[in-house]
């Protein structure tokens, strides 16, 4: 394999582990390394990284703002499908590794490379996730993925391999941090070190979005969303686009305690692992979107949705996102929210989001209907032939189970 790499493009951060990556792809396969950076709403600061990239050995740096892609063509579909991971994960991480793969995939084939290169470790889900994306657009580029394969074991022996040839990293690297974080403009995780210990409360310290709800104002904050089509489009009131929708919703949930997430969760690669995850407005988003929901799906649809909404939760968790399946579950919740169009007004509240209202062009909710006092549409006699009809079977199978019993 190394004889037919010329030309790789790494997906950069700029951190410890991909500043390693590069000299060593230079020393494994004598290529030239291109670097590319995907800002996705983690806030990092990104100034310098193209002049520590080519120090480091790559022959330039591609830089891109995929935020509003992110949100638009990724996260609403996502919230269009009212998908949760095992009840608790609103798919943070797993979200956005698509997105960055593709781009990937988009310089490699520009540059004429022969393969991509990513930071990801061997125990995790990135990685399938990551390559899944590169199997789906482009099955020719090959992809190296330097934790599985390398002899290095530890950050001590990144740095000193970095050191041995005077290349520059963050400080932070010899002061690192005993956990773990990623983030993107949906969500943060937070994982490893201490947060591995199961059997207590996480230290305070760990959370970054949002604060306790023992700490969250006494008083109730309100907040209405108005959506389109299922998409959310307005800020009580305010037209606003996707990205600044989830940064406000981000401030205003954080700073009342929503969104915090403890779980166990199943990784595909076969361990449980812990994680902490934090998704202010999403957690938000994601609950309007299912009150609007409520009056605007038929029974049968609203139903069915959830069902699949599981399954689809387990295809971008799995890093599936350009499978022929997940794409027809896309189309599939976008027909059945096309009616999904109105506001709904929520009650933020020491951690808790609270239903306050709710109204929609095309509600199917009738107060008059679910009026008991009103027998015009449907009388309470109208019952009597269709739970006549509806207990059937179980009256059926009383009737032989006694005929069985007497005969004996």
């Known amino acids: 394999m190394a004889k037919q790499i010329k030309k790789v493009v790494l997906a950069?951060?700029?951190?410890?582990?991909?500043?390693?990556?590069?000299?060593?792809?230079?020393?494994?396969?004598?290529?030239?390394?291109?670097?590319?950076?995907?800002?996705?709403?983690?806030?990092?600061?990104?100034?310098g990284l193209e002049e520590r990239a080519k120090a480091s050995g790559a022959s330039k740096l591609y830089i891109k703002d995929l935020t509003d892609e992110l949100c638009e063509d990724y996260i609403w579909p996502m919230i269009k499908s009212g998908t949760v991971y095992e009840k608790k994960y609103l798919l943070g991480t797993s979200i956005a590794r698509p997105i960055v793969a593709k781009w990937l995939v988009d310089i490699a084939e520009q540059e004429g490379a022969d393969a991509v290169a990513h930071g990801c470790t061997g125990k995790g889900n990135d990685q399938v996730r990551f390559e899944n994306t590169v199997a789906a657009l482009n099955p020719d580029l090959k992809v190296i993925a330097p934790w599985r394969i390398w002899d290095f074991t530890s950050r001590e022996d990144l740095i000193a391999y970095l050191d041995s040839k005077k290349i520059a990293y963050p400080d932070s690297a010899k002061n690192p941090k005993l956990f773990s974080r990623d983030r993107n403009i949906w969500h943060i995780s937070h994982e490893g070190g201490p947060i591995e210990d199961i059997e207590n409360e996480p230290d305070e310290s760990f959370w970054v979005l949002s604060v306790s709800p023992e700490k969250a104002p006494d008083k109730a904050e309100y907040v209405e969303i108005g959506f389109e089509a299922g998409a959310p489009v307005s800020l009580n009131g305010k037209t606003m686009k996707p990205a600044d929708i989830i940064r406000k919703l981000n401030k205003i949930g954080g700073r009342n305690g929503i969104g915090r997430c403890d779980m166990i969760e199943n990784r595909l690669v076969g361990m449980k692992s812990h994680g902490l995850y934090e998704t202010p407005g999403g957690s938000i988003l994601m609950f309007a979107h299912a009150d609007l929901q409520s009056i605007t799906l038929d029974r049968d649809t609203q139903h069915y949705s959830t069902v699949v909404a599981e399954r689809y939760s387990e295809l971008v968790y799995n890093g599936q996102w350009f499978s022929p399946l997940c794409s027809a579950m896309n189309k599939f919740f976008e027909e059945a929210d096309k009616n999904t169009t109105g506001t709904v007004k929520l009650k933020l509240y020491k951690g808790n989001i609270i239903s306050s209202g709710r109204k929609a062009k095309y509600s199917l909710y009738s107060e008059k209907i679910a009026s008991f006092g009103d027998v015009s549409l449907y009388d309470h006699k109208d019952a009597t032939g269709f739970i006549r009809c509806f207990t059937l079977p179980n009256r059926v199978r009383s009737m032989m189970e006694q005929q069985v019993k007497e005969s004996k």
């Open 12 to 47: 950069y951060s700029g951190g410890l582990d991909t500043s390693a990556i590069i000299p060593w792809l230079i020393d494994t396969y004598h290529c030239e390394v291109i670097c590319a950076c995907a800002d996705v709403g983690q806030e990092e600061e990104l100034d």
